[in-house]
């Protein structure tokens, strides 16, 4: 990968991306309670976070699934858009590392991952559980 600046998406290949790119959360941790809305705290490692647009190597954005699991690496996360986050989708297309999520009270998988500047996911994810109150 010598070349790491891919802004001509036609030379783009998520395969492009470093084998070592992952998300986590910061806050909150597995298992905790927290009341609605909350704040995700969330990290990358092995990528620049940077806002949407053309695909470049070594950069992502991060998203977060409430209940409805992870993506595999090369699919197409759906949004950003109301109806996304209605159905448990949040969006960080900004490219920053936090935001606030209002869910109804329940319990809660949440999955963090990253995505290109197209919004193909890919990187390690991690998942853990809240409960809303």
């Known amino acids: ?6 802004t001509d998406a036609e030379d783009y290949s998520i395969e492009d ?8 959360f910061v806050s909150p941790s597995d298992g905790e309670t927290v009341t ?4 995700v705290e969330l990290a990358a490692d092995g990528v620049e976070l940077a806002p949407v ?15 409805i ?17 209605a159905e448990g989708r949040f969006h960080l297309g900004d490219g920053s590392d936090s935001r606030e999520i209002d869910l109804e009270p ?3 998988e949440l999955c963090v991952q990253l ?3 197209i919004h193909t996911a890919y990187g390690d994810t991690e998942t853990i559980t809240v409960t809303v109150e």
């Open 53 to 67: 647009g053309a695909p470049v190597a070594g950069e992502a954005h991060l998203h977060v699934m409430a209940d």
């Open 106 to 108: 329940g319990t809660y």
């Open 1 to 6: 990968m010598a070349d790491m600046d891919h």
């Open 115 to 117: 995505a290109d500047g």
């Open 69 to 85: 699991g992870c993506y595999e690496t090369g699919e197409l996360i759906p949004g950003p858009s109301d109806e996304d986050e």
């Open 17 to 24: 991306q470093p084998d070592d790119a992952a998300a986590r």
């Open 36 to 39: 609605s809305p909350f704040t």
